[in-house]
Every structure is written in C-alpha cells, then in structure tokens.
C-alpha cells in the first residue's frame, strides 16, 4: 500500500510528485513512513507543500489509521489521503478560528 500526491513521477504505475510508503517492516522494503520523498522534477514552488503533505500521511502509516475512504477508493483519490487535511490547514494559515 502506499499514498501518493499525483503527477511527476513514476512509482508503480502512477504518476506522483511525492510518495510516502505505509510499509513498517524492514524486512520487506527500505522504504517506511518514516522518510518521505519529492519528485527531482516536481515544481519547485510546491516542493513545501508535497513535504507538508507527505508529513500529513506519514503519521496515518505509522499509526494504521489510513481512511478508510482513501484504502477502498480503487483510484486512490489523493483528495482523501490525510496530508491533504494538513495542507490546506497549513494553506489557511492554522486550523479554523485560531489562523495566525
């Protein structure tokens, strides 16, 4: 399983600008929620926001607490992964009624 913000990048077969793996045993793979990854081709004045997106999924890996929406959606809509909720609260300038 893996969650991924779209466009820029091959993993698998879908395009990405980021990629957070959910996978928590090394033993399978390297890659964990732990470190998350920007396309080298990815716009440059969104590099902090595929960051700040990826960080957002990064704690729903490690927990287990992916939505279950964004697991059963055949398309992995990217709109359900949990970095976009982090986003747009970064985007808005804090969470609603305490923005800075």
């Known amino acids: 399983m893996f969650m ?53 999924n990064s704690p729903a890996a490690i927990t287990g607490t992916i939505p279950q929406q964004f697991s059963n959606d055949p398309k992995n809509n990217p709109d359900l992964e949990p970095g976009k909720q982090l986003t747009d609260c970064v985007k808005s300038g804090g969470p609603p009624g305490q923005q800075y």
Request: aromatic fraction near 14%; charged fraction near 15%; avoid cysteine.
């Open 4 to 56: 991924a913000q779209q466009a820029g990048y091959q993993v698998g077969t879908e395009a990405v600008d980021g990629y957070t793996s959910g996978n928590l045993d090394p033993t399978k793979s390297r890659l964990n929620p732990y470190t998350n990854y920007t396309a080298s081709n990815a716009d440059p004045g969104q590099f902090g926001f595929i960051q700040v997106w990826e960080l957002g």
